[in-house]
């Protein structure tokens, strides 16, 4: 745990990335006393900026800061802690301005055991020379700890995310290395493992003898809109499912680790996914939004290429062999450009067993991710009367009305507190990473065209529930439709 003697570098800084959850993640954590003591903050990118200027990019997403007069002493008080340097990203020489200045803020500390922790909210392109860069120029040998900390795109594929990963790995080491998927620092996600393992309950009835299905959704209510040319590269599954969903799986799945140790949570995560064959062509479902309600279509998008076959919205259903899951379908699916923003699983249980009660509701628990976030399980429950007959009804736990008071924290707040705790549990493992890019390569290179031509997903009007096959895609997994899923 890093209390005091440390300086944070957001490399990046004027980026978006930074400016809309890095620096309102650090605000939130130096307000609420969650940063060392004495902790500094650098801003770094390309573009040339004075400190004032800086100041206004870094705090400019901090929210209610105009109507609470706290918030904004706080913010004050905050931008004593920031000050910026500009400089290249290749240039070995701007990391040396870099360290000067880096070495001007440490001959204040008393301490000589400082921690320097570096924040890369940056493209992909620039991604290995900086992690070489700031080894060769910024890395204190003597220092408390060195860290990095760095977000996706990892790779486009099994290929090229082994090479990034061995790329950086010649210079930072896997202890000092805390790849974020910024799901497993959601409050929800969190919540599985107390959900699973802190009830008997629910841990009995966790397996196929109960379990018919589950869904994974995550749904955007906005498409592409300008970040087309980036998207089209990537895709939908690139996105959010082969990260962030694949995420959410693995704490759904994962056998109880031994503890809380990172190492015990990982090792159970890697061993489920193993456990899951790459996906195939028929368990996918491929679409892209068309022009509806006035709202352009994806193609209509400047930067997005002509023609382009890049899915918008995906669903693939995951197999995972092992006893606890042997014939249980995994749907994860998501879409842009949508109906609404939802994320949530959805845990479809068996029927009852025929005999007293015919065509009853299936049990389901919900786990609503985001927003409102709720757990609720539907139950079938006595009408009350002087009849016997069953009705669908809830038990239904909204955080809203649960936890009056409670604040859900960002998950970069939740993130960057982990990492300069050097809590690893909830950051991706290099093993973690290439065992999912093995899951999900062969479909992405179907769908890139390796090998022959490729597929034309299905379209989808602008703010619908997605393509029109979906609702039978999912009832070949055994989804009964009883309920507003
Ligand atoms: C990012 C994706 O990783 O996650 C975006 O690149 C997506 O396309 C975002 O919008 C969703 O994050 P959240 O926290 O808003 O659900």
Redesign the pocket.
Known sequence: DLKDNTIIVVLGASGDLAKKKTFPALFALYRQGFLPRDCKIIGYARTKMDKPDFEKRATSYIKNAEDNKDIANAIESFKTILTYVAGDYEDGAAFDKLRGHLEGIESSYQSKEINRIFYLALPPTVFIPVAKNLKEHCYNPKAGVNRIIIE?PFGKDLDSARDLLNTVKQYWSEDETFRID?YLGKEMVKNLLVLRFANIAMGAAWDKNSISNVQITFK?PFGTEGRGGYFDEFGMIR??LQN?LLQVLSVLTMERPVSFAAEDIRDEKVKVLRSIPPIERNDTLLGQYVSANGKPGYLDDETVPPNSTCPTFAATTLWIHNPRWEGVPFILKAGKALNESK?EVRIQFKDVTQGIFKDIARNELVIRI?PNEAVYLKLNSKTPGLYTRAIPTEMDLTYKRRFLEAKIPE?YEALILDALRGDHSNFVRHDELDVAWKIFTPILHWIDGVNGPRPRPVSYPYGSRGPKELEAFIEKYGYKRNSDA
Do not use: G, I, P, S
């Open positions: 996706k910024h955007e996105d959010v962030h994320v985001q998950a």
